[in-house]
């Protein structure tokens, strides 16, 4: 998959802004602040319906005007060639259109452009909380499995239902107990979905991590990583069915009491490990640092052999916390295996000893106040 | 901007409350009415005023009827041992539209969401257990025709666990699958895997 035309307009400090893309390295530099990160926001916008950055979409908007639009040409193995428009004013919310069609739910847009995206905030994957780990990992499956983003979808809902369900009902116990009955069932019914398919990939990756940690590294630990749940992981739905209805029904006093849904895959935790250390309690900087570029590197590689597609590949200003060797390994693996990938950077990164701008397979371009200019 | 008409912009603010409905529509539709001679409009207005006030509902399934019992309700033709649980009334006249179904109606009012605040006595389910309850009168299906999201979902659950004790009853669910004249590779996932899990005998 690769993108050959962006165009923003009042997206953050890009007022009118058009770019057209190399379809193999694109690298952006520029000063801090000049709106490099803005451009392949603004990307990842047209591939996941969101910011990378940003929290809420009114933050992204100009100040200045009352609403953004950003467009993209996209071309691919399967889709061969579409147009993606994405486009957010404070009355009216976002609307994203493929090739002028609005799309009905902005989940429909999620796989359509497999993305991967490498920023300073990864970090917090491995050195934060649960949460981090959910979303990689619910990224991750939902760009391949547009059913399991469904299942992540309903299971919200549900989960919303039924704490709301336990929150506000005041009445006897046994009333409840048969009215949290239907939402049980829909909360077995995708929560099990989602577990069996979290062990299925979480079981495929841990090779995939491995091979780019001992690439990144060097190899001096091994990597692995270990799936916890509110039961034993299974691949089986059927399986997890009965555990979670086992978990539920000996969790109800304490649900009760503490008046929310305490079972289910929203309380799924990650671990990762190296060697046998856990890396979240024991691991220095510069080991979180690699070990959450392994885990976006391991992604890429997944998604290429999973779909019939390499996706596009965005890091955000990665090259100035790495060493010049460690530099030289990455960028010759991105060269040899990734496919259309944007850089950008603010320190001095010899990049042209690396790769040739012809300015037509790679292409060089820096930023200033929100200008862009390839070189 | 000035206005000259506060008149012409009250109308336009209620007609911008419709469904469908944005300020410039209102604005066109306001100044259209404005246009047309007067017993047209005369004639809307009445219809709308009745709409409100002679409309009710029928006290036996729910539905928005001008007769209490409704048409449906006291037509002797239809088959009287077989309700179809829906959850407004105009479910009715969409099913109404395809003639398939001869039975008679029970229009819920709404479907069971704890965030909405609506348990399963603000919708009426007392209404529909009476039904069945009623001797005179015996019900040998009731089919649930709700809509296939998390709340209509668990209404359908909520309902079955109450029929299941009434052995005569037996409790059917209006198949998920695939639109007519659509092809398969335009279907979601989940809808083609539920269409497959409910496959049935060619």
């Not at chain 2, 259209?32 to 409009?41: H, P, R």
Request: aromatic share 8%.
């Amino acid at each position: 998959m690769r993108t050959t035309r962006t165009v923003l307009q009042n997206f953050r400090n890009h007022v009118d802004t058009e770019v057209e893309w190399a379809p193999h390295m694109n690298v952006i530099t520029g000063h801090n602040g000049a709106g490099k990160t803005n451009l392949i926001d603004a990307i990842h916008y047209l591939c996941m319906s969101r910011s990378f950055v940003a929290s809420s979409d009114r933050y992204v908007v100009n100040q200045d005007a009352p609403y953004f639009t950003i467009k993209g040409h996209f071309e691919g193995n399967i889709r061969s060639s579409f147009d993606v428009t994405c486009s957010y004013s404070r009355g009216e919310g976002k609307k994203i259109f493929v090739n002028e069609s609005p799309l009905d739910r902005l989940s429909d847009l999620i796989g359509m452009i497999p993305v991967v995206v490498l920023a300073p905030e990864d970090k917090k994957l491995t050195s934060e909380g649960p949460k981090e780990r959910r979303s990689f990992i619910d990224s991750l499956i939902s760009q391949i499995s547009p059913a399991y983003l469904k299942d992540l979808l309903d299971f919200r809902k549900v989960r919303r239902q039924r704490n709301t369900l336990l929150q506000e009902y005041r009445g006897p116990r046994e009333v409840i107990i048969e009215y949290l009955e239907p939402w049980n069932a829909q909360l077995i019914e995708y929560g099990s979905r989602i577990v069996a398919k979290r062990t299925e990939v979480l079981h495929q990756f841990q090779e995939y991590l491995a091979k780019q940690y001992e690439l990144i590294s060097g190899m001096q630990h091994k990597p692995h990583l270990e799936y916890q749940t509110f039961c034993e992981p299974s691949e089986d739905i059927q399986e997890i069915k009965a555990r979670y209805v086992r978990a539920l029904e000996k969790a109800q006093d304490n649900e009760l009491e503490r008046e929310i849904t305490t079972v289910g895959p929203h309380r799924d935790e990650i671990v990762f490990y190296l060697d046998d250390f856990e890396l979240r309690k024991f691991g220095s900087q510069g080991q979180h640092r690699l070990f959450a570029l392994s885990l976006k590197l391991a992604q890429l590689f997944y998604f290429s052999e999973q779909l019939d597609d390499l996706p596009i590949f965005l890091l955000d200003d990665v090259f100035g916390d790495l060493d010049a060797q460690r530099t030289e390994v990455l960028l010759q693996a991105l060269i040899e295996h990734a496919g259309q990938t944007f850089i950008t950077s603010a320190s001095p990164v010899p990049f042209d000893q690396f790769m040739n701008f012809d300015g037509e397979k790679n292409r060089e371009y820096t930023v200033d106040k929100g200008m862009v200019t390839a070189l | 901007m000035q206005g000259t008409s506060e008149i012409l912009e009250q109308a336009i603010e209620q007609l911008a409350k419709l469904p469908g409905t944005g300020r410039k529509s209102a604005r066109r539709i306001a100044l259209y009415l404005l246009k047309q001679q007067d017993e047209n409009v005369m004639r809307l207005a009445d219809a709308l005023v009745n709409l409100k006030k002679s409309i009710t509902r029928c006290s036996v399934c729910g539905v928005i009827s001008d007769n209490d019992p409704c048409s449906i309700c006291t037509n002797p033709k239809r088959d009287q041992s077989k309700i179809c649980v829906v959850e407004e009334s105009q479910d009715v006249f969409l099913i109404e539209k395809t003639n398939e179904f001869r039975g008679r109606y029970h229009v819920l009012g709404g479907v069971i969401s704890p965030l909405d605040n609506i348990g399963p006595d603000d919708v009426r389910i007392s209404e529909l257990m009476q039904r069945i309850n009623d001797e005179k009168q015996p019900i040998d299906e009731v089919i649930l025709a709700l809509n296939p999201d998390s709340e209509g979902e668990a209404t359908a659950y909520y309902l079955n666990k109450l029929l299941k004790p009434f052995d005569e009853v037996e409790v059917t669910r209006i198949a998920y699958g695939i639109p007519m004249g659509s092809e398969l590779e335009f279907i979601d996932e989940a809808t083609l895997s539920r269409a497959f899990a409910t496959r049935n005998t060619f």
